[in-house]
């Protein structure tokens, strides 16, 4: 019997995902759930399991992009497992046949040959190329517009102790729907960023006092995530339009808060996230942001954990970055951006002391966000970073930790 098997819907607005990796090779024999492709929506990469046992006909190339519902492969369920340890393709014989080279056809020189076209001379001016240097491929030689196009303009000297090459490697699908997103923010929202520091030795404090015994006894560090998303929390609780969003001509509210996390991930940047925030402790945040940055890592993060957050917080301090702007994860309206923790001098009480200092950044929208309220958000967080015993921890935290 012969199974066709079809690409199952990642999602709901998913009408197309792209074929990133055959697992298997055409031919092969492939146990039931067994991993036989990674497939790229615009959302997320997801591995395609086998439906049945069998031996595997390849029905897309890698690249491919297929609509959801079409056949990728075929799977002979009636086919034996072939003896021996590993499977691998099952090829028929097949006579070999002569291949045909091609007789690549001389081009006789004439009075036209390297005459560019007029379009063609008008990309190469653009381009500051010489026809000289162009290899013409039309009729006798002339230079076409395609040529002008794929021609490169040389990149300096050639060194001669050595050889210099480029790849061309085609963007997954994800990646070229994050590019399109990041660009139509970029024109499509009225994005700003606001920027203020925080004195982190507060944290630091707890931290070195209670870190131990939290990891003993919930089995997770206390790490700076919870402290910035509770504070968040905080945040959008006082100034709710930074938790809102523009559908159209409507302005969407929330009652609650759902924190996207972006994290790193095999196949790049991911954003998961925390549901209803607002009613989480210490613990159960850095329960959460374990739990999802280790899908992310293994690559088993699904599309219904990446979507629907009201906010975003990013952390670039963690590949040392200072400071930044980070752009508006759509359709959200405001994203912060964390960074790297510097001592640095700061005045205390008349005095100059060092501190562990970090700037932070908001971008927002300011079609739906008012500069008070940015200000006024980015603040809050400030405050509640530098003062969490009081303001987080309702000056408990014995009991906030739940020690």
């Known amino acids: 019997m012969i199974l066709e098997m079809k690409v199952p819907s990642p999602g709901e607005s998913i009408t ?27 959302k997320a990469t997801l591995e395609l399991p086998a439906e049945e046992s069998g031996i595997i006909t390849l029905q897309a190339e890698e690249g491919d992009a297929v609509e959801v519902g079409a ?12 003896d021996g340890s590993p499977a691998g393709p099952v090829k028929a014989a097949v006579q070999e046949t002569p291949k045909v080279v091609p007789v690549k056809e001389e081009i006789a020189t004439t009075y036209a040959s390297g005459t560019a076209s007029p379009a063609a001379k008008k990309i190469l001016a653009e381009k500051g190329m010489d026809t000289a240097t162009i290899n013409g491929t039309g009729k006798a030689g002339r ?39 990041l660009v139509a923010v970029k024109s499509e929202t009225a994005m700003l960023t606001t920027f203020n520091e925080v004195n982190m030795q507060p944290i630091f404090d707890l931290r070195t006092q209670y870190k131990e015994a939290f990891k003993a006894k919930h089995g997770v560090g206390l790490g700076f995530m919870s402290f910035f998303t509770l504070a968040v929390v905080r945040a959008l609780k006082m100034y709710p339009d930074v938790n809102s969003m523009i559908d159209g001509d409507f302005k969407i509210e929330h009652d609650f808060q759902d924190i996207s996390i ?10 998961p996230v925390i549901r209803n925030a607002e009613k989480l402790t210490f613990k159960g945040v850095e329960t959460e942001v374990k739990r999802l940055a280790i899908r992310a890592r293994d690559g088993q993060i699904t599309i219904d954990e990446m979507t629907g957050g009201t906010f975003t917080i990013t952390n670039g301090g963690v590949f040392g970055s200072m400071l930044s702007t980070p752009i508006i994860n ?12 510097v001592n640095r001098p700061m005045a205390v009480a008349g005095e ?14 300011h079609r739906i966000i008012d500069g008070r309220e940015s200000v006024g958000f980015l603040v809050a967080i400030k405050e509640a970073l530098e003062n969490p015993v009081e303001l987080l921890m ?8 739940e020690m």
């Open 16 to 42: 197309e995902v792209e074929i990133a990796t055959w697992l298997v090779e055409d031919g092969e024999y492939v146990e039931k759930d067994q991993p036989i492709a990674e497939v790229d929506s615009d």
């Open 71 to 82: 056949v990728v492969c075929l799977i002979d369920t009636a086919a034996a497992k072939p």
């Open 143 to 181: 230079i076409t517009k395609d040529d002008a196009v794929k021609a490169v303009p040389s990149m300096g000297t050639m060194p001669s102790d050595g050889k210099r090459g480029t790849t061309r490697k085609k963007m997954s699908m994800l990646r070229r729907k994050v590019a399109e997103r």
């Open 262 to 271: 972006a994290v790193s991930g095999p196949k790049g940047l991911m954003v």
């Open 330 to 341: 759509p359709p959200q309206s405001a994203i912060l951006g964390m960074h790297n923790i």
């Open 352 to 365: 100059v002391v060092i501190q562990p200092i970090m700037y932070v950044a908001l971008s927002y929208d």
């Open 394 to 401: 309702d000056s408990n935290p014995i009991k906030s930790l």
